[in-house]
Structure formats: C-alpha cells, structure tokens
C-alpha cells in the first residue's frame, strides 16, 4: 500500500470532515478535541490496530515526525501572534514573566524529578525530559480557546493569557532542554560555557533579533503594498505563512531558536502592519495550521510505543498522572497573585489545568532522542503526551462549560467581539 497517498487521503479527509462537523463535535460528542480525533485516527490506521502505516518501516520517521512538529508549532504560535496583540503582552508583562519565569523554572523541576523519582536514570537525563515536557503546547491550547463555545465563555484575558504563554514558552523551553541536554552530555564547566554562548547568547539572542527585523520589515511592507493597491484578497496569509517558513529556516540555518523567532516576527508584524487584515486572514491562517496539525497528530498516533508503555508498569501510570496533576496546576495556583489576568479562583483552576502538551513537547522530544540517542525520552515522553492529549482533549468543552456556568463567561459572544484580538 502506498503509505504516502494513504496519509494524504486520511489527513485530508479528517480536515474537510472536521470542517464540515466541528461544531457538531463539539457540542454533541463533547469528549473529542481536533489533537484527540487525530491521534486516535493514527492509532487505528498504525500498527496497534488496521496496521495500515507501519512508521518502522519508513526512512527516518522520527526525523519526519520531528520536523511536522517543527512546522506546526511554528504555524500556530504565529497565528497565536497574530491574535494577541503586542499591548496585551506589554500590559501583562507581569503576568507573563511570573509564568514564564517562575512557572516554567517550577514545572520544569516537577516534571524532572518526578521522572527522576520514579524511574532509574541520570538526573540530567531525568531533567531533560522535564525540560522536554515543560512547555505549553500551542496546538493543543489552541484548540482549547478557540470557537464559538470557548469564544462565549472563556474571557479574552484568560484566553489571551494560555495563548501568550503558549505562544512564547514553546520557544523559551529551548534553553531549558539544550541546559539538561548538555549537562547529560558534556563535563558541568564545558556545558554551562557553550550553553550560555551557543544557546542563550547566540541562540536566543538571534532569535529575537531576527524575529523582530523580519515582522517589522514585513509589516512596513504590506502597509506599503496596501497604500499602493497592490495585494489581492488573502495576500497577507500568504506573507505571514511565507514569513513564518522563511524565518524558520534562517534561524535554523544559524542555529538559533526558530519557534521563538516565529512568535517574535508575529508579533512584530502585528504591531506594524495595517489591521484590517484581522477577522478573514485570521480564519485563513487557522485553516493552514489545522491541515499541518492533523498531520502531526495523526503521524504521533501510528508511532506510539505501545509495547514500551506496557513494560513500565505503575511507574509509568504514576509518573503520566502525577506530572497531569502536579506539574502545572499548584505552580498556577501559588502564581495567581502575581498574574493580574486571572481575576478569580476559577481563573487560576482553568489556566492550571489546561496547560497541555502536544506539538511542542513530540518536536522537543524527538530532537532530545536524536541528540542523545536515548530511546527511553521518546517512550516516556510520548507516553505523558498522549495522556495530555487524551485527558485534555476529553475534558475541553466540559470544563469549559463548568467554567461558564461558574460565573466567568457569556454564553455567546458579542458579534463585534468574535475575530478580535483585544483584551477585557
């Protein structure tokens, strides 16, 4: 069977199926997310179940999973930039330190030595698949915030805050999974030298620098082609898109943090350019990021290592329950005073729960295993993200409602609300 034409099919179908029904999923089988359905159709149509796509058998398949995740994390948190404008990341600047800072520093130790704990390895082994698991997945949070129930319900500045966050996390976890990584690999003085050059210095440093040249560069030229009458309808979705792929690219080519300098363009771009393009470029983008992560998903789903997770035993239950529960949602709980968007108790419940994993942590993970050539960070590690995907994906649309019938939210939107990017 032609493997390739047989995913294109699948991929294909589940994006026009889902386009079609996503409100029926959504409010009738309320136990089903986009990642959920994805990964569940890997799952059959892989070697556990119908043994359609046997990914052994396919050259580098897990450099091909790598680099999708690579691609839809980078689409999605340029859509997360062009959502949120830069004055709600500048206003909440407080806030989204204390996360980012404080709370993926926490999560980070959570998850790593509750790997530690629980399993015979290294400690740097241990902490880098904390490093691995710390970020927020944009894909995933996404498809939590996202449509007309979460629209209605969820605030723009509780939605803004786990988009943000997801947004910028995903790139600044990169120091944290290069610091574990070469302190697993090399001596502790050569490591924390070439880590503070190559990867925070260089790295990060080059990332910002031309994520923020790029956006701004393209931003002034689309107001520039606008004035002119030059772009046709939908030309600024082709300019981001081919922004978002260009600035991968470059920054990959310099070894620099690529997702980070995608967000940094996005949100430059936004700054700069002409808004108008706002409400149907926005839905244009979302349609291009939902092709690339079903691609993701459902590739995720035919690589599960089944045989693997069976061998952990309890280990394995505990360690995807305890770092579900305890890694994100008391670091939330104990931040609440220092981030000013989360406004009540509820607040802080939703955003600490809904902290999942996905696209992020499957590229983290599987360039983690590259580098080292350690097996054991792609079996737990795609063990815990299937548990994120699975838990999260069920519980989406009924916490959401709980949430709404707790006092937070409207039951529908306001009409001039829906497309916005502005905080409340």
């Known amino acids: 069977m032609d493997v390739l034409n047989l995913m294109f099919a699948v991929i294909g179908g589940l994006v026009a199926t889902f386009g079609l029904l996503a409100g029926l999923v959504k409010i009738r089988i309320r136990v089903l997310s986009e990642p959920l359905l994805a990964t569940l159709v890997g799952v059959a149509i892989g070697p556990a179940l119908l043994g359609w796509a046997e990914p052994e058998q396919w050259p580098h398949s897990k450099r091909l999973l790598e680099e ?46 509750l790997t530690y704990l629980l399993f015979a390895l290294p400690l740097w082994l241990a902490m880098l698949l904390g490093a691995v698991l710390t970020p927020t997945d944009p894909v995933v949070a996404g498809a939590i915030v996202q449509g007309e129930i979460a629209e209605g319900t969820i605030p723009k500045r509780v939605r803004h805050t786990l988009s943000a966050e997801a947004g910028a996390n995903d790139g600044g976890a990169y120091p944290l999974v290069f610091l574990a990584l070469l302190l697993f690999t090399e001596p502790a003085a050569q490591a924390l030298e070439q880590w503070v050059l190559e990867r925070v210095v260089w ?29 046709e309808e939908s030309s600024v979705v082709s300019v981001t898109l081919g922004m978002t ?15 980070l300098a995608v967000f940094a363009a996005g949100v430059a771009f936004h700054r700069v350019a002409d808004d108008p393009v706002e409400v149907q470029e926005y839905r244009s983008q979302e349609a291009v990021n939902r092709i690339a992560a079903f691609a993701l998903f459902v590739l995720f789903g035919t690589m599960l290592p089944w045989e693997h997770w069976q061998q952990l035993g309890w280990p394995g239950v505990a360690l995807a329950g305890g770092i579900l529960l305890l890694r994100r949602l ?50 737990l590690g795609s063990l815990v993200i299937f548990a994120s995907v699975v838990a999260h994906g069920v519980t989406a649309t009924p916490f959401t409602r709980v949430y709404g019938r707790a006092g937070a939210g409207r039951l529908r939107p306001k009409p001039q609300e829906r497309g916005s990017s502005s905080s409340s």
């Open 330 to 379: 008391p670091v939330v709980l104990a931040l609440k005073p220092l981030v000013g968007t989360l406004h009540a108790a509820r607040d802080a419940w939703f955003v600490g729960w809904f902290g999942p994993f996905g696209a992020a942590a499957v590229y983290y993970a599987t360039l983690a295993e590259r580098e080292t050539g350690e097996a054991v960070l792609w079996q």
């Open 203 to 231: 790295g990060v440093g080059l990332a910002l620098a031309v994520g923020i040249a790029a956006g701004w560069f393209a931003g002034r030229a689309q107001r520039w082609a606008e004035q002119k009458g030059y772009p």
């Open 68 to 113: 999708t995740a690579r691609i839809a994390v980078a689409l999605a948190v340029m859509s997360i930039a062009l959502r949120v404008k830069a004055e709600f990341l500048i206003r909440q600047h407080r806030a989204l330190l204390a996360l980012l800072g404080v709370g993926m520093l926490a999560m980070w130790l959570v998850s790593g030595l």
């Open 245 to 259: 792929i260009a600035v991968l690219g470059l920054v990959k080519l310099l070894d620099g943090v690529g997702i």
